[in-house]
């Protein structure tokens, strides 16, 4: 859809959710990118970029990542917004993993906004149920009208079944409850991953862990063959894939492996990590 400041290209992380860059491609959306690292984004390339490459938004995931579960301090998120006000760029965060959130200050850039830059995404899918497929978006009211008219052309309407479905999960007071429960049993994965990551120490290889979310990394710090490693994790019953399709085509690097513990009970979580380690070591 068009924005109020008539630019036309959209900033992604790299890498970044591959549901973004494979609905870019489909709309034939102009996307440009920008490395996101494991210790925060550059912000003189932000700067630069926000300032040359024609930027009508920045879609990010601030906080847990897909794919690397990592997360913006609040101050690199105020650094960003301040940034966006700048040089007239809306952003677009998609904050899919905030119910699993641990700290108690940590803030959606939302939050900060004073200037309507921010749309602000928020799933329901992730704490209610994955097949329910449900969100929020908060919308600065210049972007209002446009995205209905938009909106409206792809569904008509949003189901009233699950809306009506989560409008009584809420006050039955189900919706916190089963927050809190989600909230432990992903701490207690990410804190299994963490375990067994101390327990089994390689000389090449850099864990990127998070107290909780769905996601982390193992960095590789030497080279390593990739489609050998999936290879030998698939006849162990491990699925896992090269992460070419996080990256825009300029982007792609084999230096990272996701893990991820969305689905994985605490005992496959260790087994598997392991066996994971073992092969890695091998190659």
Request: hydrophobic share 40%.
């Amino acid at each position: 859809m068009p924005f109020p400041n008539g630019k036309s290209n959209v900033l992604v992380e790299q890498p970044t959710y591959n549901g973004v860059l494979k609905a870019g491609e489909i709309t034939k959306t102009s996307i440009v990118g920008i490395q996101r690292k494991f210790n925060g984004i550059d912000f003189h390339e932000l700067e630069r970029s926000f300032a040359n490459d024609n930027i009508k938004c920045f879609y990010t995931i601030p906080r847990f990542s897909n794919p690397l579960g990592i997360s913006y301090t609040n101050e690199e998120k105020k650094q960003i917004l301040k940034l966006a006000e700048k040089y007239d760029v809306y952003i677009i965060e998609d904050d899919y993993l905030c119910d699993l959130e641990l700290e108690s200050n940590s803030f959606p850039m939302y939050y900060s906004d004073v200037s309507s830059r921010v749309v602000y995404l928020k799933s329901f899918s992730k704490i209610l149920l994955p097949g329910l497929r449900i969100a929020a978006v908060v919308l600065p009211k210049l972007l209002r009208n446009t995205f209905y008219e938009y909106k409206n052309g792809m569904d008509l309407s949003t189901g009233v079944l699950s809306q009506g479905a989560l409008e009584i999960y809420i006050k039955s007071g189900m919706f916190k409850a089963n927050r809190k429960s989600i909230k432990k049993i992903y701490s207690n994965r990410m804190k299994a991953l963490k375990e067994v990551a101390s327990e089994i120490d390689l000389p090449n290889i850099k864990w990127h862990i998070p107290d909780t979310g769905f996601y982390a990394c193992i960095e590789f710090l030497n080279e390593i063959n990739i489609e050998g490693l999936i290879k030998a994790c698939e006849k162990k019953n491990i699925l896992i894939s090269n992460m070419r399709k996080y990256y825009l085509r300029d982007y792609f690097s084999n230096d990272i492996l996701k893990i991820s513990v969305s689905k994985a009970e605490i005992n496959n979580i260790k087994k598997a990590t392991a066996e994971i380690l073992k092969i890695i070591n091998h190659f």
